[in-house]
């Protein structure tokens, strides 16, 4: 069992930045994928990056290129920096763990989920 606890979410205007933080609680996750999904209102929860035990990573069309996804093994923490954000990228964002060993973005994949942060951007 794991616990993730995110952290960093906040208000923006378009084209703001925000570095997103999630902490896990053991280290026993760290050779396995981790990711970062979110969810607009009324909307279903879409993965948006991930990355894996050999720190091969893999976006969302929608983000590539404006998202950069890292993570901190001796620290148990994985990281999203969001930069030129959209209110397209308005939503709830979730980490997850205790993914696949490569870096998938697919929800069904992945066993631990943290309660999300609140990413809003107003244009």
């Known amino acids: 069992q794991v616990q993730l606890v995110e952290s960093g979410g906040g208000s923006v205007q378009t084209g703001g930045s925000l570095k997103l933080s999630c902490t896990a609680s053991?280290?026993?996750?760290?050779?396995?994928?981790m990711a970062w999904f979110r969810q607009a209102p009324g909307k279903e929860r879409e993965g948006v990056a991930s990355i894996d035990g050999k720190l091969d990573t893999n976006y969302a069309d929608s983000v590539r290129g404006r998202f950069t996804i890292s993570r901190d093994n001796a620290k148990n923490t994985l990281y999203l920096q969001m930069n030129n954000l959209q209110p397209e990228d308005t939503g709830m964002y979730y980490c997850a763990t205790g993914g696949p060993w490569y870096p998938s973005l697919a929800s069904e994949e992945f066993t631990y989920w943290g309660q999300g942060t609140q990413v809003t951007v107003s244009s």
């Open positions: 053991t280290t026993d996750y760290s050779t396995y994928c």
